[in-house]
Every structure is written in C-alpha cells, then in structure tokens.
C-alpha cells in the first residue's frame, strides 16, 4: 500500500513512520526543505522518544522516504493524509485551515487513479466536505474519496499510543475507503484495539470533544486544588479519593499550573468558536479555558508570595520549560505565561530543561539564561520553581540543591515533592492544593 503524509511534523512524521513499520510504503512530505533536508540526512527534527530508532529503520527498510515534492508520490498513492498544522487563527479562535486547504489543492492537482484524502489534522467540522468540495473543484476528473481519521497520539509516549491505540476513528462514507483504511490499520485490528466507524462531521467532532472534556478534567482538579488551599485539605488526597471511582478515573487528575501545548488551548478555543457558529453552547469548555489562564496567573502570585511580595532583582532558577516531559515542543506552554511576567517584575531568570532549550530560546524573553545542568541553575538562586516533571527533576539531590542556592523557597508547580519532606530538608516549600 502506498501511502503520503502531507505534513511531516509531530503528527505526520511518527504516523508515518509507524505506517511504514506496519508494511505500507509511506513518503512524507513537507514545504519546510529544511525539515526534509535533515531527515534525508538521518537528523530527527524533533525530540520524541524512539522516534530516531524508527526512521531509521524503516529508511533502510526502503519503506520510508521524505520529499517537498507533491510529484510524483500522490500520483502513485492510495491513501493520502493531511496531517499539517491547524493553529489557532489571529484574532477569532477559530483554527486557522490555510494549511489544509493548500495541501488538498496541491493533493488534487497530483491525483491519479481512486485515491483516499483522509483528514489527520484536528479540523472543525465540515472541513472535510470542504476538502472534498475544494479537491472536484480543483480537478474535475479525480476518482477520490474525503475520510476523517483524528488523531490522539500524545507527544512524550507518540510510537506507543499510535501502535497500541485507545481506539482508532474512520469518518468514512464509502465502502471502497473504508476498505483500504481498515486494511492499512490491520496490525492495530490485530491487537483488538476497536476501530470506530463514524460518518465525517462525528469523527471531527470526537476529536475536538475528547481534548475539551481532558481539558475541563484538568481545570476541575486545579479549582478543586485552589479550594483544597483555602479548606486544608490535600489534593493528592481528594484526587485518589475521587479517582478510585470508575466511573470518573484516575487519570487527568493531576493539580498542576495549567494545560498547555500543541492541542488543549487551540482545541478548546476551536471548539467554542464552531458551538458558537453553529448557535450551541459550550459554557462548561469556556470555563475550563478561563479556569486555565488564571490558574496560570494564579502561579505567578504563588512565586511573587514566596518571596515576599517582590520578584524585583531575585534569582529564580526554572527547572523545565517545555509543556510536559518527554518533548521538545514548547507550544503553549505554561512557561510561556509565567515566565515572562516574573522578568516584567524584574527578576533573574536561570532555566534548565533536558530538551525544550532550543525551542525555548525562540519564544522566551532573551533575558532567560539557560543552564547545562541543574546544578548550574540552582546555584546562587533566591527560589526554585519546578515548572515541568521530567523524570530526572523527580529524584534530584535535594540537600546538594539546598547548599547551592542562595535562599530557601522551593515553588512545585507539579506537586513533585512531599511537602513534610521538603519542609524537613529546610526548604520553604509551596505546591499546588497541598499547603
Ligand atoms: N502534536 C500533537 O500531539 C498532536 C496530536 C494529535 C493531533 N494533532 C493535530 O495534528 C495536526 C498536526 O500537528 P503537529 O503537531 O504535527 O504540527 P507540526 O506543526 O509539528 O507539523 C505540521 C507540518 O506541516 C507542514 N506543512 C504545512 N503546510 C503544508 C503543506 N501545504 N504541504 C506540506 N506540508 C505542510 C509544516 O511545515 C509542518 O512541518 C494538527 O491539526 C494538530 O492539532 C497534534
């Protein structure tokens, strides 16, 4: 089975390569030469876990290859999938489809033969009738069919979730597409894990109402944390009390700064803008996106408490800046909102992240300095915040930490530490929902 992947970021690239791992014969294709250049030169334009072993695998298998060139591998494809980005529009929310649609002009003007246009990206719904509508438009004569297949891989654990998926999701409406994609996604159906067949508009939708309802679980927990602080209670404590019932889960129950990332902000604003185009209300995800940014407020308050009411002229050493553990990817990230405003107050900002620096150095003020080590970072500084819970933040030499800094406040903006531990160790120790 031939198969192109228009868009070769973190979606496109490891679906990609878990396709060709799977047997089909896959190119992925991008407009940014600089991202083809690099894979063709065996380089892995980003950090996800396993994801360098897999392309290069499969390369060398001859199942996999990267192109900017939509001739001639949509010609010879039967599947194509657009799988590029679907940013947050300037302005209204809405995501912004420029992406997509170009990619479908540019699929219909290289079609040959029945080929399957299956929408990858996170798009509202209509759009693949859009695409669908834009592709006969664009070539009268294509033999095609539009399917919707979201995806829920998660950055940090991407191979694993896409090779062992929760559940797959085919908008379809044509026997002969649905026949090809159940036969490229065989060795998921082999290891029983249940594929959904829906029309279009649901599949789309599913997408956009399984970020929201993670999304309004985080904002439940972080209020329920805020009101833990006020009452004395513990939001470790509240969180497994509530998670033991399985009817609401454990997981997404974690107190913390606030979502972030490539996915829950613009999903969830995407989502509020298509309930209000098409007159329905969505007010529990508008609260779940207030919630969000005054919880990210509400750290900023934490850290200026610590150190008495002033960040003005302070050491803060950050340790982890990208959104969640295991990537690079910087996007919407809660140090993005926090940072900024402790340098705006005038503090001295030392960051350590294992892997978000290079990301990070583009999108945060250029006053951060950035550290090699932890130690590096620490040393000298008034307070510690511990914004991302990367595993080698979760067994750091505390006493060591303690001897190099200048002060004594540790922020755990991730609920890392046992306060009575910290406390112990000398540290003036503030989490979230555990005070
Ligand atoms: N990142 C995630 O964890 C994740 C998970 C599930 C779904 N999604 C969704 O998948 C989509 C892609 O997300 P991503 O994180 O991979 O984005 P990304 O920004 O990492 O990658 C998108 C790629 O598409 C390329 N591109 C743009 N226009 C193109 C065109 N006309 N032809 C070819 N390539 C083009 C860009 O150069 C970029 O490399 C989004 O809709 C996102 O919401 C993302």
Known sequence: MNVVMIGSGYVGLVSGACFAEFGAKVTCLDVDEAKIESLKAG?????????????ERNVAAGRLQ???EYDPVVASADLVFIAVGTPTRRGDGHADLV????AAKQIARHLSGYTVIVDK???PVGTARQVERLIGEENSGADFDVASNPEFLREGSAIGDFMRPDRVVLGVESERAEALLRELYRPINLIEAPIHVTNLESAE??????????AVKISFINEIANLCEQVGADVHAVAKGMGLDGRIGKKFLHAGPGYGGSCFPKDTTAL???????????????????VNAAQKARMVKKIREVLGGSESGKKIAVLGLTFKPE???????PSLAIIPNLIDKGAVVHAHDPQGVAEARKLLPQQVSYCDDVFAAVKGADLVVLMTEWNEYRGLDLVRIKQLMQGDAFVDLRNVYE??????????????GRE
């Open 121 to 123: 990206s996170t798009v």
């Open 327 to 333: 990537t690079d990817d910087m996007r919407d990230s």
């Open 205 to 214: 939708l599913v997408k956009y109402a399984s970020n929201a309802f993670l």
């Open 66 to 68: 990267f192109t900017t």
């Open 419 to 432: 306060p009575a531990q910290m406390r112990e160790l000398g540290f003036r120790y503030v989490c979230v």
């Open 99 to 102: 992406y997509v649609y170009e």
């Open 272 to 290: 509020i803008r298509i309930a209000q185009e098409n007159a329905a209300s969505c007010r529990i995800v508008e609260a779940a996106v207030e």
């Open 43 to 55: 380089k892995i334009p980003i950090y996800e876990p396993g994801l360098d072993e897999l392309v």
